[in-house]
């Protein structure tokens, strides 16, 4: 049994009108969940206004509502608490119900915009491999120690994260690595949890169509840094012109990663090729199944992070050398005609432009790139022209395509793509708008020794177009294209 006082702990709140010694059932923020006795907090979404669900969750059975305006009229019997941002305070509610879970295990968020899902992921691995019950919260999944459940943000809602924490420590998970998305930030997903320490990875262009600037969107992401307490630490990659910035004005530890910069946890390339990293980290040679240097940026942070950890610097050293690439970074088959296919989530400028240029730096150049990418729709158009401008700057032959169109024309997407191309590249390009025949147009320009890459959807298993999914997964449909021509 649960008041609704113990649960408003620390929330800032600006009137109340009914008893908040009433005993409560459970938080939601959808009307359409709410059941008898439950609380409704009505968000001010982008999309939806939660205040104009209240009367419907109140016939649902709510007993208690917060909200930032006062319905105008009130309902004996009921509670009603104004606060001054019903965001902020679902966390922090929703944190009290559960019983401040992040409090009772390591947590240690990953932000920045490319390869969060790679370290969060990593780490859990690493973790894993060397004994611990371990947490993951992710793009791809969410991990209770060996219990698989789908993921469906990058940061999911304050209720879902605690919920899930909650479930981390009845099931003894000692760490939790979770990726921390700008958007989860921004909409204070992550207010009240107490985190372990916090990594910075990079910042390139995205989310622009969210966050209208990059210096919005830097600063939103500084923000989780400026929050983190003083016995937790702040990782961030010094070679960032963003890393510094990061850590002005936190209270946490700090400490830096870097590959050209002098820093805490110092890496060089020593040999970079299909079969793996070989790697020097402060002193210390390593080989790692990972291919390129973002991933050799990735690793310094998964070493850096387990030595904040408490990991023994010989045993960090041996796991790293035993961890599996994620589920659409970087995945890669040979086919039987020897043409090597690679499937990446590279769908920002930058992510695309360290795919290629890893892969250029890996072939020999006596074979073709055929690079297969589209844009989202409903997504920062600005980015569209750069990464056709990269694509096809770095590639022999590109096949623009439809990526997730969501409710936008896929065509028009491509256009715009198409628009950054500069003129002595048009001879390399195709436009097909249906992904499937993008895919088997390129495998069939493939040659024996040529190098595939589908760019842009990674690990998803699905494409959205007007509100509906339906399955499509590029590993699986370019495995089985290959399959057909090697017959």
Request: charge should be negative; charged fraction near 25%.
């Amino acid at each position: 049994m649960i008041e609704l006082k113990d649960i408003l702990y620390k929330v800032p709140i600006n009137a109340v009108v009914g008893n908040t010694a009433t005993t409560i059932n459970k938080i939601e923020f959808d009307s359409r969940k709410i059941k008898q006795d439950d609380v409704f907090v009505a968000i001010s979404g982008t999309v939806v206004n939660g205040h104009d669900y209240v009367e419907k969750a109140i016939d649902k059975g709510a007993i208690a509502i917060i909200c930032e305006e006062m319905p105008e009229f009130l309902i004996d019997g009921l509670v009603y608490v104004q606060v001054e941002d019903t965001q902020n305070a679902l966390a922090i509610i929703a944190n009290n119900y559960f019983g401040s879970p992040s409090e009772n295990l390591k947590l240690v968020g990953v932000t920045g915009t490319n390869g969060k899902t790679t370290i969060a992921t990593l780490l859990y691995q690493l973790f894993k491999k060397a004994g611990f019950k371990v947490g993951l919260l992710s793009t791809v999944k969410i991990l209770v120690d060996d219990v698989e459940h789908k993921a469906t943000h990058t940061t999911p809602d304050s209720l879902t994260i605690n919920h899930y924490l909650k479930e981390m420590n009845d099931a003894g998970v000692e760490y939790c690595f979770m990726e921390v998305s700008s958007h989860g930030i921004d909409q204070k997903r992550t207010e009240g949890l107490e985190f372990e320490g916090g990594i910075f990875t990079n910042l390139s262009h995205d989310h622009l169509d969210y966050h209208n600037t990059f210096k919005e969107y830097r600063d939103v992401k500084k923000r989780f840094f400026d929050q983190l307490g003083s016995k937790a630490f702040a990782l961030t990659n010094k070679d960032d012109k963003n890393g510094s910035f990061m850590l002005q004005n936190t209270k946490a530890k700090q400490y830096s990663y870097a590959l050209k910069s002098y820093a805490d946890f110092r890496g060089q390339i020593l040999e970079n090729s299909l079969g793996g990293l070989l790697l020097k980290i402060n002193d210390n040679d390593v080989w790692a199944k990972l291919i390129g240097s973002f991933n050799a940026y990735n690793l310094l942070a998964i070493f850096g992070t387990a030595e904040l950890l408490g990991l023994e610097t010989l045993e960090i050293l041996q796991l790293l050398s035993d961890l599996e690439s994620v589920s659409g970074r970087f995945q890669y088959l040979i086919s039987d005609k020897k043409v090597t296919a690679i499937v990446d989530y590279a769908h920002t400028p930058d992510a695309l432009k360290n795919v290629l240029e890893t892969i250029n730096d890996i072939r020999t150049n006596n074979e073709t790139l055929i690079t297969v990418v589209g844009c989202g729709g409903d997504r920062d158009k600005a980015k569209r022209p750069v990464m056709g401008n990269i694509a096809t700057a770095l590639s022999n032959k590109v096949v623009f395509t439809s990526d997730n169109p969501r409710t936008e024309n896929p065509e028009q997407i491509i256009e715009d793509i198409e628009k950054g191309v500069e003129p002595q590249n048009y001879k390399k390009i195709i436009s097909i708008t249906d992904r499937k025949q993008a895919i088997r147009t390129a495998c069939q320009f493939a040659e024996e020794n040529d190098i595939i890459l589908i760019a842009g959807k990674g690990h998803e298993t699905y494409q959205e177009t007007n509100g509906e999914r339906i399955d499509f997964n590029d590993f699986e449909i370019v495995k089985e294209e290959l399959k057909k021509i090697g017959k």
